[in-house]
């Protein structure tokens, strides 16, 4: 799986926008980029993925820039319910088994 | 809709005991199956998947097996427990069609060895 780059921790007002960047230069042209959350003493959660199109679902909206190098993923209205490791992931969607390899991801703190 | 069952939620054992943590998959069938191991403030690593009954693949070597009896089930086994092998154990599974794309886990069972 090609590597990510995410920051360690951000912290975000409730009711904000949070922004949480994540840098694949290194993406091949098959490559998704996937995005997952942990909340604490949880298993992890799927959020959103995309090709190079911006894709926006219920939970969230990414954001890929047009070489494909680094995306954003946008909570639209953070609480703090959404504090948790955000994880940024790219890999092919392909049959078989679609290991998922985790990095550190980024911990967002939502704060009142 | 597909449902992921992992137990238990929470164990201690010895040093030395063995271990056995089931997750049952409902509602799909042929999933692929994982088992991630989360040690304490560290991150997700893949221990084993499975893409059919039998059929187990090993990311790293370690102290842990794991089986595939029945379709959607997943077993992580071990013989004896080290100090190391703490931690918190996910199961999760995703479908072997393409444009299915997403992993869904269990809720983890946390696993202190003393």
């Known amino acids: 799986d090609a590597k990510t780059t995410q920051p360690t921790s951000m912290d975000c007002a409730e009711g904000r926008a949070a922004n949480l960047p994540c840098n694949h230069s290194t993406i091949s042209g098959n490559e998704y980029v996937y995005w997952y959350r942990q909340i604490h003493s949880q298993g992890p959660q799927y959020i959103i993925h995309?090709?190079?199109n911006n894709e926006t679902n219920e939970m969230a909206s990414l954001i890929i820039t047009e070489d494909r190098k680094s995306s954003t993923l946008i909570l639209p209205h953070a609480t703090l319910r959404d504090t948790a490791v955000y994880y940024c992931?790219?890999?092919?969607?392909?049959?078989?088994?679609?290991?998922?390899?985790f990095g550190q991801g980024t911990r967002l703190t939502i704060n009142p | 809709s597909q449902t992921i069952h992992q137990w238990p939620a929470t164990l201690v054992q010895p040093v030395g005991s063995p271990l056995s943590l089931e997750c049952t998959v409902e509602?799909?069938?042929?999933?692929?199956l994982y088992w991630y191991r989360q040690a304490a403030g560290r991150g997700l690593q893949l221990l084993f998947y499975s893409v059919g009954i039998g059929q187990i693949s090993s990311e790293v070597p370690q102290n842990l097996s794991a089986s595939r009896p029945q379709d959607r089930q997943f077993i992580l086994s071990s013989k004896k427990l080290l100090l190391s092998d703490s931690g918190f154990y996910l199961c999760a599974w995703s479908s072997i069609h393409v444009e299915n794309y997403g992993y869904t886990f269990g809720s983890g069972t946390r696993l202190t060895v003393v």
């Open positions: 992931i790219v890999r092919p969607l392909i049959q078989g088994a679609q290991k998922l390899v």
């Open positions: 995309g090709l190079k």
């Open positions: 509602g799909t069938s042929n999933p692929n």
